[in-house]
């Protein structure tokens, strides 16, 4: 096929037969070798029933239950059973908790700090002149772990964002967010757990700590919030806390579900209608949103809807169980693993990989470059730059597993090959930044000053980071086979120079 079939068309055969070819350019979404992004169950009809249900959905526009009710039951259904997982039910705890689907644990977030800022707008207009004048915003309260789409509704919805430092092992101290609670506090955002350290936050002290000064305090619980249901030996983290106003989980991730779908729930009816969006001030009809989307998919709906309801509870906890073995054998693996050990104290589906600091260099494991060195062995963890935060403490770069269902059936060759990676790169140094810094700096880029697209290829071009551009129609690009010198660009160069470079990168692999 080539670009002049998007002019004249194509026969289906060769539309659906280009396709195929460029899925093999992907990485594998099933088989457990990808330990990101992709969340396997390794239940084969799922797939089937989730293909089916959105298939009989597909004609379906999620923008008005009224004219398609199907919509609204299923996603009661889904509301509900979340609601029922995640300590909702109970209504002598704080009240009765409803909520929404949305297409993912972004659109989650984005809403839930959108309903917060909006409670407080209504709660304190006159300290919201005051800080106008003093030029301040409320505070969106989150901490260093805390995933970047809170960082995202920050700017979008005019919010000052407010980082609390984590210790050096990736937790949080409950007195640290606590602390900066006040009047001027929009939310304060807890996790559970949170994405790069597989940490709970102190859900129930701040929570509670919330609740005692009025102010609203959300959960992140997308990433786990349908496996620490029935993960051994979890703190109260969702709604058992009368203190935590809403909540999100993500269908997507460990409800098995195809991308995107999530669950948003408020504490009482008036919260979750601050989250709509309506209007009759314009010619059409009356648009009533309850997510930022007007017209939306109903497909990704369908199949949660379909697998929830073939999977039970009880079909969770037989998933999560297999996922909490594997995840206990993979940290005593890492435990024999000279040079490398476990961040932290994770509790559920995450475990972040990090260099031993208490030995020598000469016997130490880069994460990055493990992360690298196990893809040539058939398996992809992800990479995270490290970060130094406003306090000086410094957390570090770190490899980051997602440990599903699919796992414990290859675990015997994932242990081998992450044994035979460390061994691989045992003391090989951090890719280094510096020679790229000094040149940024040459140059005169810094926290003040980004360089422009095309300065940001040239730059990426030069310190070999660049994709690699296929000539001709067909279009697309490689990103660079070793990740580690890019994360160490990431991790080191001035912020505003890291997402110059990062989003050129991204940009310039989907340009024709």
Avoid at 310 to 321: E, K
Wanted: charged letters at 20%; hydrophobic letters at 40%.
């Amino acid at each position: 096929m080539t670009e002049n079939s998007l002019t004249h068309g194509s026969e289906a055969s060769e539309v659906l037969a280009r396709l195929h070819e460029l899925r093999t350019l992907d990485a594998p979404t099933h088989g457990g070798r990808v330990l990101a992004y992709v969340y396997d169950s390794g239940i084969d009809d799922l797939d089937r029933l989730a293909s089916e249900a959105a298939e009989a959905a597909r004609p379906l526009n999620g923008l008005d239950p009224t004219t398609f009710p199907s919509i609204a039951t299923m996603e009661r259904d889904l509301v509900s059973f979340v609601r029922r997982a995640l300590g909702g039910d109970d209504r002598r705890i704080g009240g009765r908790v409803v909520g929404s689907v949305t297409s993912g644990g972004t659109e989650s977030c984005l809403l839930a700090v959108k309903t917060a800022r909006d409670l407080w707008r209504e709660a304190n207009p006159e300290l919201r002149l005051t800080l106008a004048r003093e030029d301040r915003r409320p505070r969106l309260v989150v901490t260093s772990t805390a995933h970047a789409a809170f960082h995202k509704a920050a700017q979008l919805f005019d919010l000052d964002i407010d980082i609390v430092p984590c210790e050096v092992d990736g937790s949080v101290r409950a007195s640290s967010i606590i602390s900066r609670l006040g009047d001027d506090v929009a939310l304060v955002v807890v996790s559970a757990p949170a994405y790069p350290s597989g940490a709970i936050d102190p859900v129930s002290e701040v929570s509670q700590a919330a609740l005692t000064l009025g102010v609203s305090c959300h959960v992140d619980a997308c990433f786990g919030g349908l496996a620490l249901p029935w993960w051994p030996d979890t703190p109260a983290w969702d709604l058992r806390n009368p203190g935590v106003t809403s909540i999100s989980a993500d269908l997507h991730k460990f409800g098995y579900a195809p991308k995107g779908t999530s669950v948003l729930l408020h504490r009482g009816r008036t919260r979750h209608r601050k989250q709509f969006f309506a209007t009759t001030a314009w010619a059409g009809y009356p648009v009533v949103n309850p997510t930022l989307l007007g017209s939306r998919s109903v497909s990704p709906t369908a199949a949660a809807w379909a697998i929830a309801h073939r999977l039970g509870a009880a079909g969770y906890q037989r998933l999560t169980a297999s996922c909490a073995r594997s995840a206990t054998a993979i940290e005593q693996a890492v435990r024999e693993i000279t040079g490398l050990t476990v961040w932290g104290n994770p509790t559920g589906p995450a475990i972040a990989l990090i260099a031993d600091t208490s030995l020598p260099e000469s016997e130490r494991v880069d994460p990055h470059h493990l992360a690298d060195e196990i893809a040539q062995r058939g398996f992809q963890i992800q990479h995270q730059p490290g970060v130094t935060q406003a306090n000086g403490v410094r957390l570090p770069h770190s490899a980051h597993l997602t440990i599903t269902p699919v796992t414990e059936q290859l675990l015997p060759e994932f242990i081998a090959a992450l044994r035979d990676s460390a061994v691989a790169v045992r003391g090989t140094p951090q890719a280094s930044a510096t020679v790229s810094l000094a040149a940024m700096r040459a140059l005169g880029y810094s926290e003040d000053r980004a360089p422009s697209p095309a300065a940001a290829w040239r730059i990426l071009r030069l310190v070999g980071a660049a994709p690699k551009l296929p000539k001709g129609p067909g279009g697309g690009g490689a990103l660079p086979q070793k990740m580690a010198p890019l994360m160490a660009l990431a991790e080191y160069l001035p912020a505003p120079v890291a997402r110059a470079l990062l989003t050129e990168l991204l940009a310039r692999v989907s340009e024709r």
